[in-house]
């Protein structure tokens, strides 16, 4: 299944933008997360379709995932 | 009630559709606690010093370094070495002598947060670490308190309403507890961007005082200055 990949912020650094992708169906957020070796550590906010959601939900067609880093200063 | 003075001094802001008299008079009765006097903190009590409202605590026991005033814009050199929120109340009561400003030499902290946010209406974010927003996100709940979230890093910021008319809190955006691997006050910030922050920070609190449309709440607005986008996304409110 296609699905677009958003990356925000320092994850864009040495990756890209926004960018078109084949996943398995059934991929889930964490396992997109380590194919493009994203420390989930540094995860804050994941998106799909612009609605917020957890590591462990999953992907479908055409789905829009979104990946923001977490920011915390002030 | 206004006076003639206040009446003059707000005038262009009295003009506007959804504020008017019964706006400011709101405003004037308003009250804020304004945790931090960073880069966020400074103009969120600048703005809304100048807009009218009426009360502003602010905590912070930091004093001011000469690497803030790239972004920390109430402070001048003069003002180095100094407590923070002794050099804000001075600004401050310049630009509005017809407010009251509450300074606090102090950090939130587990033992004064309940008894401080419960003194005000609206607890507005200017703090620079994950541990104090899980701690007023929790005391805003607990006591039914808005908490307007701010937060920066780098290029790009957040800004969102939280717990606000049973709306989503920081938990449903974070749920885990998160001790984030890369030190925030180590991180670069462009100068302009907590202030960009900071004034849809304030923007939401006007808006929320007021009655005004809709709010940020269950939505969390991302700016990335660097590429020039504003995005948002939708979050629900998870558990309590």
């Known amino acids: 299944m296609q699905v677009t990949v958003k990356l925000f912020a320092s994850f864009r650094n040495d990756r890209f933008s926004k960018q078109d992708f084949e996943f398995e169906e059934g991929t889930t957020i964490e396992q997109v997360l380590n194919f493009f070796q994203i420390p989930l550590g540094e995860v804050g906010v994941t998106m799909i379709n612009g609605r917020h959601r957890q590591m462990h939900d999953t992907l479908s067609e055409n789905d829009v995932i979104g990946i923001f880093p977490l920011i915390g200063g002030g | ?240």
């Open chain 2, 1 to 240: 009630m206004l006076t003639e003075l206040e009446k003059a001094r707000y005038a262009r802001q009295l003009q506007l559709d959804g504020i008017g008299l019964a706006g400011q008079q709101k405003l004037k009765e308003a009250s804020v606690l304004i945790v931090g006097a960073g880069g966020l903190g400074c103009p969120l009590a600048l703005y809304l010093a100048a807009a009218g409202v009426g009360k502003i605590g602010i905590i912070d026991n930091d004093r001011v370094s000469e690497s803030n005033l790239h972004r920390q814009i109430l402070y001048t050199m003069e003002d180095v070495g100094r407590y923070k929120v002794d050099a804000a109340l001075e600004r401050i009561q310049t630009l509005n002598p017809h407010i009251s400003i509450e300074p606090m030499i102090d950090r939130l902290s587990e033992e004064n947060a309940a008894r401080l946010i419960a003194e005000y209406d609206l607890v507005l974010d200017g703090c620079d670490n994950f541990a104090t927003r899980y701690l007023i996100n929790d005391v805003c709940v607990k006591l039914n308190k808005v908490y307007i979230y701010g937060s920066v890093a780098e290029f790009t910021g957040q800004v969102s309403v939280f717990n606000h008319q049973g709306g989503p809190t920081y938990r449903c955006l974070y749920p885990e507890e998160t001790s984030c691997n890369r030190q925030h006050d180590s991180l670069g910030v462009l100068g302009m961007l907590p202030g960009l922050i900071a004034m849809l920070q304030a923007t939401e609190t006007v808006k929320i005082i007021c009655d005004l449309d809709d709010s940020l709440s269950g939505v969390v607005l991302v700016v990335d200055l660097r590429i020039g986008r504003f995005d948002k996304f939708t979050l629900v409110r998870q558990r309590d």
